[in-house]
């Protein structure tokens, strides 16, 4: 099995460049707020159907802004 970290500093600039706390995107992703901390946090890996929910609900906000979707290799890192 691959182990996928977040890259919790890019990830933390992008909700803080859009003004959005780790709840609100718990939310859009449909994931309780405590398992998106642990993966922001590395205590736990994200499973591939996590990695795609978590990008959607990124992007989703992303495209209604009209700005740059990211792409697995912005947010995550394997290892």
């Known amino acids: 099995m691959v182990k996928v970290s977040v890259r919790a500093d890019r990830f933390n ?3 803080a460049a859009n003004n959005m706390s780790q709840r609100r995107l718990a939310k859009i992703a449909g994931f309780a ?3 998106v901390s642990q993966i922001i946090t590395g205590t736990r890996h994200a499973s ?5 929910r978590l990008l959607k609900a990124l992007n989703k906000i992303q495209k209604a802004k009209g700005k740059h979707e990211y792409t697995f290799d912005d947010l995550f890192v394997i290892g």
């Open 13 to 15: 600039a992008l909700l």
């Open 33 to 35: 707020p405590a398992y």
């Open 48 to 52: 591939a159907n996590a990695r795609d």
